[in-house]
């Protein structure tokens, strides 16, 4: 069975940064497309970055380009989220998707 755990979120100051991690567990990874995704509190869950299987080919939103890295370990079944210059509008609960299956999230707080 698919199962997805993240880490890595805390609180950090504004230009600080954070590494995102998710281990993904019943699946290999250099089979499917994963993505990050984030909720802030009060809005909808929006798509914040993804890879395909291969790690060849990458996606972020027009917000984060530039400031997060998306990357993945196929021979650890993770993936990871560089964020850099962090704002406080990238704080939210940010999860992994892969095939339809979410994790739990980690929460990412920036703020001073």
């Known amino acids: 069975q698919l199962r997805l755990v993240e880490s890595g979120g805390g609180l950090v100051q504004p230009g600080g940064a954070l590494t995102l991690s998710c281990v993904a567990s019943?699946?290999?990874?250099?089979?499917?497309?994963i993505g990050w995704y984030r909720q802030a509190p009060g809005k909808k869950r929006e798509g914040v970055s993804c890879?395909?299987?291969?790690?060849?080919?990458?996606y972020y939103r027009e917000s984060v380009k530039g400031r997060f890295t998306i990357s993945k370990n196929n021979a650890k079944n993770t993936v990871y989220l560089q964020m850099n210059n962090l704002k406080p509008e990238d704080t939210g609960l940010y999860s992994c998707?892969?095939?339809?299956?979410w994790g739990q999230g980690t929460q990412v707080t920036v703020s001073s």
């Open positions: 890879i395909n299987y291969s790690g060849s080919t990458t």
């Open positions: 998707m892969l095939a339809g299956v």
């Open positions: 019943g699946e290999t990874l250099d089979l499917y497309a």
